[in-house]
């Protein structure tokens, strides 16, 4: 059985992670830690006593929690899943430091569905590089960062196909269309995450969609990456890598 902390562990997709490991024979969760302590969770104090106890950390928190993540796994030999998304400078140093000393694996969205959809919209860019592109995601209200994760590493893989474009979120006023990708995010809610990307050219368009209806999708991409994770060399990891992609 492999010994999984979660960092975020009270938080909305923490606790899934949590759920997911009690229900799953493979791991034993050996606890969490979130901002506010709790019966088997910690505070930011109690990183390095829990990582020491774990086999592998999975955290879904905030750039503050990463950047403590990163650093502590790094201390303690952990490897660690990380799906924070806009994280600032500090996490990501921190994050590139541990690097060199454990497995770290990376995703903007660990649902196991969203790879494919990255491929499949990778290809119609390469398919139809001269058409419009515009990426939308929507999400729950209490989502603080904007756009996701997952429509920037969107924009990524059109961009990998058809070089770098200007980035245009909303539009107002007099605002003709130039060769640009329109990035729009969407609040309300309880919409756990929905990305669309529109591939219009001439009389015609396509529309490429990923829903995740439940944010086990997350939870469990995110332990499969742990299991990945104990066996892996020290580097950085996507799910490319742990679903063979
Ligand atoms: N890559 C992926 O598949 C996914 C990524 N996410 C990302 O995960 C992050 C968390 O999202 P939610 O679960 O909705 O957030 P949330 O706000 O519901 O939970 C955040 C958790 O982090 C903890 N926390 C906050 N500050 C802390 C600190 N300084 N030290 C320790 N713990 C701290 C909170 O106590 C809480 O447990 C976001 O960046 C979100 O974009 C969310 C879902 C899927
Ligand atoms: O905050 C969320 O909820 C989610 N965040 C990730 C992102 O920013 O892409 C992944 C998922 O869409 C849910």
Known sequence: MTHVAVVGATGRTGTLVVEAARDDR???????????????????????DLFETAEVAVDFSTPEATRLSAETARE???????????????????????????????????????????EVVERAAELLPDADFE???????????????????????????????????????EAPRGDEIGVHARRAGDVVGEHEV??????????????????????????DAARFAIDAEPGTYGMDDVLDL
Do not use: C, Q
């Open 26 to 48: 493979r791991f034993e969760y050996v606890g969490g830690m979130a901002s506010e302590p709790d019966e088997d969770v910690v505070g930011p104090d109690g990183a390095r």
């Open 198 to 223: 529109l591939v219009a050219e001439g009389d015609e368009s396509l529309t490429l969609t990923h829903r995740a209806s439940d944010r086990k999708a997350f939870a469990e991409g995110a332990l």
């Open 135 to 173: 990426v939308t995601e929507t999400h729950h209200r209490g989502k603080r960062d904007a756009p996701s994760g997952t429509a920037l590493t969107t924009v990524e893989r059109i961009e990998d196909a058809v070089g770098e474009r200007e980035h245009v979120h909303g539009r107002k006023g």
């Open 76 to 118: 303690t030999g952990t490897p660690l899943v990380t799906g924070t998304t806009a994280l600032d400078d500090g996490a990501e140093d921190a994050l590139g430091e541990a690097t060199h000393h454990v497995a770290v694996v990376r995703a903007s969205n660990f649902a196991r569905g969203v790879n494919v959809f990255w």
